[in-house]
């Protein structure tokens, strides 16, 4: 046996009865007196057990189990029985609780003998959260918030500290926890509530420091809710903070479009109305209050349960959620007004269907146009943690892009314009029901077939006229304008250049002509939905700029084609990774290196939300991506026309090239294209961005 | 010369021409090269100069001059031109500000030879505060809260750094403030104000760590305001943060007085009406708002430039004040919510009439009947600090009782009840305009003359009727009626039991009989003011509860006479100690060594707001002393029973008798009062006590 092991105490007869205690899944491992308590061996060698209830025999949360049998590596025969049998703290636990046959609450159970003992995930304090579909990065739990039972004894004529050093010294005595504050809200609770109580509390405890929130009576279940503030949109997703699983979701419009659908329609808004942040400033407060209500109600959970929350957005919402007027971000050189991460109380915020003593932690944002919503991201998908050159995308009105790896970070923004939510599109509309959302053309016919929003139907299966009846087709969002497009490329409907090429197809019933100019029919009726050549070029724009941004990252790396591509946001798990590339709107890339990260910035909230250490590794990162400015940059413009062609007029697509046939067509038609070259309509680049 | 003396760096030649530099009165010398500027100089030596602007010559706040001479100590000879001639800078400041004949700014002028350099005291940082009349402490500056000037490089395309940022890092580098945090409600205020000011602000920073408010351009004027929280008046004082000087004071009746007079009344008030300690918090707080107010109207003072707050107060004014229940504090084991200094924000406690950044600093409480104030007592007189044995007195209601030295501090309260405010009094009431405060009685014809409160005159004196004509003679106040016992005690009118000896004198025309009992006369009319059997035994018994609370304090520490006794509070001030003494209120003492220390809480508020390391000395101190429960110890009850007797039953007064010739018929009549002896109503000892 290793004579290095640690051993500590001797037992009651003064005579040292060692046994060895060896923990699973750690491998920690030590001698103990016989009669030491399985939690405080564990303790000792820095095994990872929770306890909410300090040995208490109430909270159940340190129980573990015995492992039989020869254990060679160890040099011990593990049996149940080297425990002691059932503590009558273990029979009542067992009788108000249950305990399961095996299980042992590690705080009551003594060593008797050698023993291998397991503690299951579920009773280890910094468990793995369990990944969504979607999500690429393990995270354990490590709560900013924790729970902290304790038993005061009553005040007497001999002992008459106050209520606050009698609770403090309690939580220090028992936990630890030395240098603690108490909110200054809780002290006119804390007379009552603790008489109340009978002297017994739950404390929650903010990084070890901040005592905010009590409960009477030993409290075992609290909330955090991980928030992700967009522009059209805010998701909440209420966590469990205990497993980290999610209990409930909920979105809502965000109520600020009363005031603009786009964000800079609301800065401007702010901007000739005066007094108005206050008004765009608590209408989200009140839909992320809301949103609280909401995914409480659904969980079955008490507002008052919800201890933690964070919060992601893109750099306006960030701001207009603080009540910092947005101006600034407006116009060049669109400076933020903060970009550390901010924590506010509930209280200031407005939310009342929350705890009080919740501290909302905003992510830090990155640079003008690259928000806490991105840094969001970037905790997801962890760019930094690894060797692979990473390329993420989030597309909205502006496109956040950040390349590198674990040496270097960059991140732009890229003026894209709303014609990817389908804005500035003939007939172009949000994503809602009877949009068309994904569109096939047959390489022969040119017959289009598409989907809307609301049927899994294609507009060519039986039943679909039917099964949309009631709402039509009523237009066509960005995710389907991106497919026509390309779709409308690869058959060469669409030259190299974006021109529309009607003459090559006389008599094709889906192209009309207006004077020079040519559209294509995608469906039928009046008005029906064409697209347009205006609406090619307004998504050629939109491309150029984003392909431009990535561009100038790739080159600042010298990075040809990145080892991965991700997209994120919403809008990147509705379009076609494929159907993106064929416009040119990510660079080349093996297919299967690209995915789609859905509300990455939400799970980003939700990692931020979960392990403390998240926020100190998101906060220093920060500090470190390199800002790159496109606006400022001479080479920007020129890569921005050059990525007008389809997929781009320079940068070969090899990877694309193996996976869709580009039309052999596309070079001859490129001298066809001569004028637009000429006049690519630079002026209508968007230089004003938000 | 001294070869050890420190020195740095080498002029632009590279050839050291090193020059001494020697600053006074810290007598801190270096040797440094040619054109170094003196305030780096005295930054590199430690010498401690004063500076808002980092050295932009637009405070002026770091001005020295050179001593002219040979100083033969340092083996130079200090001449004005061995500094530089005048700089442009000093020239600025001199037009704009005026710069007195030989006065420099010492972060423009340069060493040019060797020099004496003489630091005013208002040129450095941690002056001395200018002590005021009765306090006995002194104090030197060293504000929490800092005014820092920056001039911050506006943003472009090239530097896109946030607002905040931006000014964290001008703060860091300027002024070293590395671990800054920013007050979330500031964020809101900062892109408008940044700009407005054309990047020029100042910063106010709370314990180097904290960025509490700011102002565009350069501001060097801000204010704190201690405030003392009375059950009866509130008083506040208005100082100058950088001269330590009152600019203004004002007091307020306490406006919870409608809610009961004395504290007692008023946690009955809370306990029987719900919801109504939210309507004595808010009446408290907005008192103390008022009181802001008029001391900036006052001082002609902006509220915003009110910049820190102290306070003090009794326990149950202190939980008032923040929002706390003070039930608990109203009976046994009285115990405080929170003792430990607590610093709430100025917007939590709904005070609008200073700087929204103002983080308002309670001192601690001791014990659950010795409060903040009398913390701030001990702040003030600081016995913690001496060898000298001190008794610390302040009475009230209750008496708070502070007994010893740099060795042990013990406290202890005693329930005298309000008989020396004037209450349970016959023709007793508050110091208000017509009560007498002085009383003074002929030992031969036992004639009493009296002053009364709007008058200096005596009662005796020609003019007092028509001067008093106005209120005429209302009552009898507290410092009165403790001078008319005493007077008739010396005169032998009271026994040294407390009886008033009717028989003794008889045809006197100031006594009254009706039936076995007397009383004294003191003015004339209808009904007049009467000294009555019923009102000696009150203060018999409000001054034996003082005096066994003393002497168990005394007997703990085997004191007998201690150094010095300190009457603390308004009530102490219109006292007069002799009268006090003879009463036996207080232990025997030399007279010289009796003092009236005034407001000592309200000196103590002052000292913590103007000096940070005094808050962590008395949150210190207060862990340290030892609380003393009267109502606990078996020694009081048979103390208190003693001390009924004028001076007192058991310990002598050598002091007192050299000072004042005690009656002989003391002990005669001693045995007259056998039956008060036997029961000297111990039931009136007001159990119940607040």
């Given at each position: 046996m290793d004579e290095t092991l640690p051993r500590t105490g001797t037992n009651e007869s003064g005579v040292s009865q060692d046994v060895l205690a060896v923990f699973l899944p750690s491998g920690k491992r030590g001698r103990f007196p016989v009669g030491t308590k399985v939690l405080a061996a564990a303790r000792q060698l820095g095994v990872d057990i929770d306890s909410i209830?300090?040995?208490?025999?109430?909270?159940?949360?340190?129980q573990v189990s015995v492992s039989s049998g020869e254990f060679q590596k160890f040099g011990i025969h593990s049996?149940?029985?080297?425990?002691?049998?059932?503590?009558a703290l273990e029979k009542r636990y067992a009788e108000l609780r249950s305990l399961a046959k095996g299980r042992r609450l590690s705080c009551s159970a003594q060593l008797t003998g050698d023993a291998v003992i397991d503690v299951p995930a579920e009773s280890q304090l910094h468990k793995q959260i369990v990944r969504k579909k979607a999500e690429s990065r393990n995270v354990e739990i490590d709560r900013v918030v924790r729970l902290h039972y304790v038993e005061l004894p009553p005040p007497g004529l001999s002992d008459q500290r106050s209520d606050v050093a009698r609770l403090k010294q309690a939580l220090a005595a028992e936990w630890g926890l030395d240098e603690l504050t108490v909110a200054q809200r809780l002290l006119a609770e804390l007379p009552l509530l603790l008489r109340r109580a009978e002297w017994r509390v739950t404390a929650a405890v903010r990084n070890g420091s901040e005592l905010v929130a009590l409960w009477p009576g030993f409290h075992d279940r609290v909330f955090g809710l991980a928030v992700d503030i967009g522009t059209t949109t805010i998701a909440a997703h209420l966590n469990d903070l205990e497993t980290g699983e999610v209990v409930a979701a909920a979105g809502v419009m965000n109520p600020q479009i009363r005031y603009g659908e786009d964000l800079i329609s609301r800065v401007s808004f702010i901007q000739q109305n005066s007094g108005s942040l206050e008004n765009l400033s608590a209408a989200v407060r009140r839909a992320v209050d809301g949103l609280a209500r909401e995914t409480a109600a659904t969980a079955g959970v008490k507002g008052t349960d919800i201890i933690d929350m964070s919060v992601v957005g893109n750099p306006i919402m960030h701001h207009i959620f603080l009540g910092i007027d947005p101006l600034q971000l407006g116009s060049t050189p669109f400076p933020l007004v903060v970009d550390e991460a901010v924590t506010v109380p509930a209280g200031a915020l407005g939310l009342r269907s929350v705890n009080p003593g919740v501290q909302a932690y905003l992510l830090p944002c990155i640079a003008g146009h690259v928000g806490a919503d991105t840094a969001g991201v970037i905790l997801a998908e962890a760019p930094h943690r690894s060797d692979e050159m990473t390329l993420l995308i989030d597309v909205g009105t502006n496109a956040e892009i950040v390349l590198g790896n674990r040496e270097r970070l960059l991140a732009c923004s890229s003026p894209t314009g709303p014609a990817f939510e389908g804005a500035q599109i003939s007939c172009g509309q949000r994503a809602a029901l009877g949009a068309i959302e994904r569109v096939r053309i047959?390489?022969?016919?040119?017959a289009p077939r598409f989907r809307v929003?609301?049927?899994?139907?294609?507009?060519?299966?039986?039943g679909f006229a039917e099964a949309t009846a009631d709402f039509g087709v009523t237009g066509i969002c960005g995710s389907g304008i991106i497919e026509a497009v390309a779709e409308m490329f690869i058959t060469g409907i669409v030259s190299r250049m974006g021109l529309i090429d009607g003459e090559r197809f006389p008599?094709?019933?889906w192209l009309e002509r207006e004077g020079e100019v040519y559209s294509y029919r995608l469906s039928g009726g009046q008005p029906g939905v064409l697209i347009t050549q205006t609406d090619i070029r307004a998504i050629q724009l939109a491309k150029a700029a984003l392909y431009a941004g990535t561009r100038l990252l790739m080159d600042m790396l010298g990075v040809e084609t990145p080892d991965r591509i991700v997209l994120a946001g919403a809008f990147g798990s509705f379009i076609d990774p494929k159907h993106a590339m064929i416009l040119g709107m990510i660079p080349d890339c093996p297919a299967r290196r690209v995915r789609a990260a859905g509300n990455a910035a939400g799970t980003g909230a939700r990692i931020a939300l979960l392990n403390r250490a998240t926020r100190r590794e998101i906060e220093a990162l920060v500090q470190r991506i390199e800002k790159v400015e496109t606006a400022a940059d001479p080479d920007f413009q020129k890569s921005f026309v050059a990525a007008m062609?389809?997929?781009?007029?320079?940068?070969?697509f090899p990877h694309l090239a193996k996976w869709v046939p580009l039309p052999s067509s596309a070079r001859k038609h490129a001298r066809q294209d001569k004028a637009f070259q000429d006049n690519p309509h630079p002026a209508q680049h968007p230089k004003s961005r938000c």
């Open positions: 209830c300090a040995g208490r025999g109430i909270c159940g949360r340190c049996r149940p029985e080297n425990l002691c049998a059932r503590t047959d390489p022969d016919t040119l929003i609301g049927s899994k139907l294609w507009s060519d299966d039986p008599g094709c019933d062609a389809l997929p781009h007029a320079r940068h070969p």
